[in-house]
Structures are given as C-alpha cells and as structure tokens.
C-alpha cells in the first residue's frame, strides 16, 4: 500500500479543520483525503497540501474504499456512523465521548499507553481534552513513584464549546466594551437551560450537571483517567471551570505519590524528558507555562511544580496544553501514526 485513504468526520469544525492541518504534518503515508459533514456544509471547498477537497455529506457509503476515519462531530454522528465505516473496513478514531467508557474500546494517549492500541477492533476512543493534558503530565511521575490521588481543577478555553462559542466570546466582549447589549446563547452548554455570560466571567459549569453535583466534564475526567492508567483504585477528583480564553486549556493539579523519596528538582527532571512534555518552571524568573504559547503547538507546558508543606509525599503542577490540538486533533493523528507504526491499521477478523 502506498498510502491510506482517510476521512475526516465533521471536517469543517473547530477540531475538523486541526485534524487537516495535523494529518498535512503527519508522517502518515496519505494516498488520499476525504471530507464529510452535514449536508448543510457539503459543497464547501477545503485545502489539502494546497489541493482544492469538496467536502461531501457525510452517508454510510461515504466509507467504501476508506482506511482511516476520523471522527469529530458529535457523539451522535459517531454512534450511527463509526459502526458504518468500520463494516465497510475502516479503522475508526473516534474524538467524541460516545465509545470511551466503552467495555472493549482502547481509550488512548501515546505517551501513556500505547499498548492499548492492540486490543482495538476497529474503533479507538481518543479522551476528553483536559484529561489528555492532565495523564501526559503524570504518567512519567506514576511510572517512578507510583500514584495515589489527584486532585484537579481546570480553566477551559471556549474553544471546547466549538466556534460558536468561540465567536460568542468575542462578540460578548466586544459588546460590553462598547457598554452594548448581548444576550448568551451558548455557554455554559448550548442545549441546557439557561445561558450566561462568559467574557470577564468564569463559568463553573462545563457540560450538564450529574445527580451527585459533579458535570458531565468532572464525572469524565475522573473516569477517563482511570480507565486510562488502568488503574480503578486511583483516587479522582474534578472541578471544571469555563474562562474566558479562546483556546488552551489550563490546569492545577495536586496529586499524591504512592512511593517516599520524590523532591522537586527529581519531578522536574523527570518531566524535562518525558515524551510530549515541555517544562518550564523557573519561578524565579516568572517562567511558567501560558495558554497564548501553548496555542497552535502539539505538546503539554508543565510548570509551577513544588511541594504541598501540610501533606507528605503530595505536590503541585501547573499544566497548560492546546485542547484542539494534543486535546483532540493531534493527538486522533498521533493514534493513527502509531497504529501505522504497529502495523495496527486494520480491522480485525
């Protein structure tokens, strides 16, 4: 084979239009590219490596002839259309939620556990954006001193919400500055309830809220991480918090390790190599990591690392990733590439 044919669900969308840029990037071998959406956006014109693609309406047999489907339009457009393109052949990676908490569906990050990879049969999950960031950061700590709690808290750019809520922040912002009127119709989650304001406003809500008071986003955080590690006992917990800024995501991030003997600088050297992760951390020099640098680049910025004084064993990170990019559409191609390099890029009898 000289290359793959792949498809690119939801082509159009904010991740849809990343997911082009990071498969022009790849080392992937390519034969050829399709774009599919609904039929409301079919007709449109997109470039590939400068090449003029229609994109098409997304049907069932828009999948004959595909190896690899990329899907980014919703969990709905997965659940009816995953099963399509992988009877037709394709091997599916999937940026919804619809198959992640799935028994028998791999939910992967490269960097943490790649060998997921060859339990797939034909459908691989790729985690929410903020859990992503959030297990690339640890999982080079876990893997030398084991892992006990994490305790996260998270400042999520509009971005996650899709374009639309990115255009209802700027209008927002640019409507209360000019002392003007406007009227949310997006956030916290376009189809609950009520809609409130976002510029100059951080939102304590992302996605619908759980019996228990958790968000849909925490309840996944939680969940996804531990499927993730492989590990059930890992102790959890998320607060997911809506900030007024366009892309990248920022997190907080307490943990306990399991074993004694970690100090800063062996954390710090520890991530200073650590595959995907970019460590900036000298305080003295206010050098940290921040949502503007981290836009438009693949990798986890890591930063603000030290000890917690009132618990042992127990420290502090800073973490900061592009939730479109290692969030969503790099880290859907980077599963891709390693299937490839696997010899992964089929589906299974």
């Known amino acids: 084979m000289d ?6 669900v939801g082509a159009t969308g904010a991740v849809g239009t990343r997911m082009i840029q990071m498969l022009e990037e790849s080392v992937l071998p390519i034969a050829s590219v399709k774009y599919l959406a609904s039929k409301r956006s079919a007709g ?21 002839d595909v190896n690899l489907a990329l899907f980014s339009a919703g969990g709905g457009v997965s659940k009816k259309f995953a099963p399509e393109a992988i009877k037709r052949g394709a ?11 799935e028994e028998g569906v791999p939910l992967v990050v490269p960097e943490v556990n790649e060998k997921a990879l060859y339990e797939h049969k034909g459908l691989i999950a790729n985690p929410n954006c903020s859990t992503i960031q959030m297990v690339v950061a640890l999982e080079p700590l876990r893997k030398v001193y084991g892992l006990k709690k994490v305790i996260v808290t998270t400042m999520q750019a509009v971005s996650g919400a899709g374009n639309r809520a990115i255009q209802e922040l700027h209008d927002e ?7 003007e009127e406007y009227k949310p119709q997006i956030l916290p989650v ?15 809500q992302i996605d619908v809220f759980e019996d228990d008071g958790y968000s849909h986003e925490e309840w996944k955080m939680i969940h996804e991480t531990k499927k993730i590690m492989s590990d059930q006992d890992l102790q959890v917990t ?16 307490w943990f306990e390790l399991e074993k004694s003997g970690a100090d800063v600088a062996k954390l710090q050297s520890i991530l200073k190599e650590a595959p995907g992760v970019v460590l900036e951390d000298d305080p003295k020099n206010q050098i940290y990591p921040q949502a503007v640098n981290a836009e438009g680049k693949k990798d986890t910025f890591v930063g603000r690392i030290r000890a917690d004084n009132e618990q042992a064993n127990s420290f502090h990170l800073y973490c900061v990733s592009d939730n479109l990019l290692k969030g969503a559409a790099w880290n859907s191609v980077q599963i891709a590439e390693r299937l490839h390099a696997l010899n992964l890029m089929r589906v299974p009898d």
């Open 91 to 101: 091997v599916v990676v999937d940026n919804t939620s619809a198959f992640r908490m």
């Open 44 to 64: 449109k014109v997109l470039k590939f490596k400068n090449e003029d693609v229609v994109v098409e309406e997304l049907v069932p047999d828009s999948f004959n």
């Open 190 to 204: 376009s189809g609950d309830k009520k809609h409130y304001q976002i510029a100059f406003n951080p939102l304590a």
């Open 3 to 8: 290359g793959y044919n792949v498809a690119i």
């Open 238 to 253: 998320a607060t997911c918090v809506r900030v007024p800024v366009a892309v990248a995501h920022s997190e907080t991030v």
């Open 173 to 179: 912002t640019k409507a209360i500055l000019n002392g």
